[in-house]
């Protein structure tokens, strides 16, 4: 991947400059008057809840992707590389759509705004994470951002649907856009379990740093570009309420699904961030406490079973293999979060101007242009120039990093090891 | 444990959502005039202080429970499911012994309040690590909190005794309570060393993490709830100073009492919070600096002391097995915190209104209350009916939990190491 | 190490305790009748600056000095102690030198610029990491703050110079003085590649932890002593658009000086952080928004070139070994930083009073005055009595810790092993 990769890259990130350069300014008032503007002030009572979402995106998603035994490094390491890239682009991307293609100034808003662009890739990287190189996450990365700004201009713009906490326009199109690259790359020789497509009992333990990270600051995620006051405040309290209720379901229906009630690794790093998924959507709205929770406790449960009934259907039946699992935390409790908001617009519990048909049609949108992109951007993926790996090498290291001689893992560790041990025998 | 446990928590999970159904509602003034309520003010600013705790809660305890080389995901796994059953437990309790069994409202201080209430439960859950089922977990959560909040209760509005940072009411009651389970549990059978009972390598490290996150976030713990302005600076600063002291007081010591001048891993994950936890009832007084640097020079000594001599003889005189030596670093610390606001308010360093009578009386009911309210629960958890786990799986994770094929340290990760390496070279 | 460590450690502690009695106290106006003062509101709103910083310091640099496969304890260890003593110190030493001698306030900027002081020890411990003992880390601890605050009061107040993120006097500063202690101490027995110089997988996703914390939080840390508002605001999106660029160059430049394309995970642990250290100086200056990305790209490149070229030439011909690279992650671009802040102002880009000149007086001052520090600290390092650790002991834990019976990578470990897989299988 030598020349390739990086001649990508660094032709990219040349793009990016000059796009900056030419589209994008500071968001600052030269007051020279006031002690104190609207824009620093909203700035500084921002930073803290963009600096949660941002341990999210790198700490959060990067180390829930360290879970496979020997595809630790590409799991953190490529999910910094995309995150960086598609920060960039997402604010361009972003700030031209919504500026019309004039100049358009960067604050703490569209800070944010770039790190929910890059998550919906980080998502669908969940999907296909193993099975394809650096430079078709690259190019992943570009036609899908793209193509989710230009969904979420629709859902907010267009039909003015209500989705504070995004569950339909970050985390069901990010899943369902995964999911159809996956279906298009899907290979014959990776049905069956792969050798390497397993987790060891430290790998378990680096995963649960990012579902830990993710579960704490979900509520900045949600609350983040909520009308500030009431609003705000409402979601931060409804999306700690939901994660606690998807929590307890988690465990219940993880002990409750398995023969000898023991609990699975897979659904305690993803089932209890359900709930942060799901509330997404109402997260602002005007919801009582106990529906934040049973939308948290469903969750919970709909992504338990998932993991144990539909991902196995979905990989032999559908020839759809999910790496992560991200439809059991991002597809379904997604649109579980868009359905719930539409009950609760028709119960009244909404505070804008959302309506229950505008609603639909923001989901129907989010997952209809996250397929369509997804199986065109698959379509892309598939041509046999971007270094696909070869069936053997998926979900290894080694392929793109220079792995240490010792890898606790690997025949050689042992020969390694071995040899030492003669050495100090001797 | 697959339909006892998992039935138990969904139960535990609709009665949460009932109680919030009857009794919780949002703390939000509805303002349409003001630009800005006080109440949404006060959200902002606590928000990343609230943030800090519940990293605290979720990964500084959690992690700091992954030291044994066998037992990580049960440390870090029943941390979270203990501490989301706890927080709603929590506000429960707490709200309604406020508000005298009425309607009250949920905003970021009983958030605050119910990470507090887990928190004892947790130094509590290190007492007990490795040799209880997580069905007795959820059992103590339950019974502690109650027992916790009624001793809270007490302290702050009967003797009106002042505990900012908590020394009292949640340290030293959780680690006297923690042990009064841990006497109860006692089992002839974990008397002498277990095989499981000890770390390696990279679980020490994991356990790092822990120490560091609740290390770094300590002063938003101690000064959370205090007063805003100065008392909330004041609180801070304290306990800044008194954690460096502990640290620097930690290493000299556990140097001190190796015979090699080797420091011990457990001293520095442990005995270099000491500071943290001893400054707390102090931590928003008028105390001078220095004063607050001593604090934690001397939890720091007597903390590794603990670990050294007396944590052996507990374990083999008293029969009390205390697996994280949460008497050390929760228990020692919280007393002598106690003792210290006693000391201040002689020397008349208290801001507020608390006397050395009530200071005394808040560190008395908070022991008794827990050791009486821990012997109690150790006797309903003694009932042959939780699921104990036999003495040869104590300290194993794959009693409840699904463990990875290969474990870097199980018999059976050889064999398949040795396989796969025979594969490879035939 | 026993006596000597633990002795020095406790008289340390008890002068620092005697310093902060004489001369600092609380930093707060007893107003009384105001209901906020303007002390406590910017203590408030830098808090959470405070915090990413100190996360940073502790989290960030402690694992990312994890990496070495039998030196993680006193990675992160001594990273924690250092760290607490140097807290302590840099309060003192840059309190007194600010004050000319006299009682003088801690507050939340004080409270900052000591994590500031604690950095370039830490910088410059990276550089004889392995190689040292604890009390020679201790002794380079007192001494290197004492310069480093004489050559911040040069630059800051003397010079009137700009250099808000502080490339120079920190970064720079730490790896020339850290540089220059390395070759005094230089010993031929390590010239080589040491037996325990290496990573394993795991330790080098233990310090993909420390890269990512110091990645997302390094906005705060060139921001948090900026001038409020609109200078801060700038340098905290200045910074954050640097890391990205630094990030997608790193990637690509390790790829590409591999033969075979392979990532080399030394480049992402450390080069992706370059562009935090160069636009140090520039953050808060009025420059283009492309310009702080060409300044993290052009950073992530010369970082990996010097990895890649340069360290073996330094290791190998000027005998200095550095251990962790700290010459091209703070070295090199921190005097890059330097170099473009001198362009920024030709440009007429800086916003303040500095001029080309004194800004290149700083530059001089900082590395004149760490290569003549760290040439004395190294002298003085050098004297026999502080316990050097013999080479085949060097890059290992074991001579300073109790280590678990059990280490991964240990021979022993086999032995224990394999003593257990053959118990099991008769």
């Not at 290979?187 to 050798?195: A, M, N, T, V, Y």
């Not at 997604?334 to 804008?352: C, D, E, N, T």
Request: proline share 3%.
């Amino acid at each position: 991947m030598r020349f390739k990769f990086s001649l990508m890259a660094i032709g990219l990130e040349v793009v990016m400059i000059v796009l900056f350069g030419l589209f994008v300014e500071y968001d600052i008032a030269h007051q020279v008057n006031a002690t104190r503007s609207p824009k620093t002030d909203q700035f500084l009572q921002l930073y803290p809840l963009f600096q949660d979402v941002h341990v999210m995106i790198f700490v959060g998603f990067g180390f829930l992707m360290t879970f496979l035994k020997k595809y630790g490094f590409s799991g953190v390491g490529f999910n910094l590389f995309l995150a960086a890239l598609g920060l960039q682009w997402g604010t361009i991307v972003q700030g031209l759509l919504h500026d019309k293609g004039q100049n358009f100034h960067i604050g703490i808003k569209n800070m944010i705004n770039a790190d929910f662009s890059t998550a919906t890739v980080l998502i669908s990287f969940g999907a296909v994470l193993g099975k394809t190189s650096p430079i078709q996450m690259l190019v992943m990365t570009i036609l899908e951002i793209a193509v989710f700004a230009g969904n979420e201009h629709l859902v907010t713009n267009i039909f003015q649907a209500s989705d504070t906490g995004a569950s339909m326009t970050i985390h069901a199109f990010g899943a369902y856009f995964g999911l159809a690259v996956a279906g298009i790359l899907y290979r014959p020789g990776l049905r069956w379990e792969h050798k390497n497509e397993e987790s060891v009992y430290h790998s378990d333990l680096f995963a649960m740093i990012g579902t830990l990270f993710l579960w704490i600051f979900w509520p900045s995620f949600n609350s983040a570009i909520a009308e500030p006051e009431e609003k705000q405040y409402r979601a931060v309290i409804n999306t700690y309420l939901s994660l606690v209720a998807s929590v307890i379901m988690a465990y219940a229906l993880s002990s409750l699904v398995e023969r000898r009630g023991r609990l699975d690794m897979v659904h305690i790093q993803n089932a209890t961030l359900a709930g942060g998924v799901a509330v997404g959507t109402c997260a602002d709205m005007e919801i009582p406490l106990y529906a934040a929770m049973g939308i948290g406790s469903i969750a919970g449960i709909i992504s338990v079973l998932g993991y144990k009934f539909l991902s196995p259907l979905l990989g032999n039946k559908l020839m759809i293999k999910d790496t992560c699992g991200v439809h059991n935390l991002h597809g379904l409790p997604g649109v579980f979060g868009g359905l719930a908001s539409i009950l609760a617009i028709y119960f009244g519990m909404s505070a804008g101007s959302s309506s229950m048909a505008m609603q639909a049609a923001a989901l129907g949108s989010s997952i209809g242009s996250a397929i369509v992109g997804g199986l065109a951007t698959g379509l892309i993926l598939k041509l046999p120039i971007w270094d696909q790996p070869p069936d053997e090498n998926c979900y290894d290291d080694s392929l793109y990093w220079k792995v240490p001689k010792v890898r606790e893992l690997d025949p050689q560790f042992f020969q390694h090891a071995h040899h030492n041990h003669l050495e100090h025998e001797v």
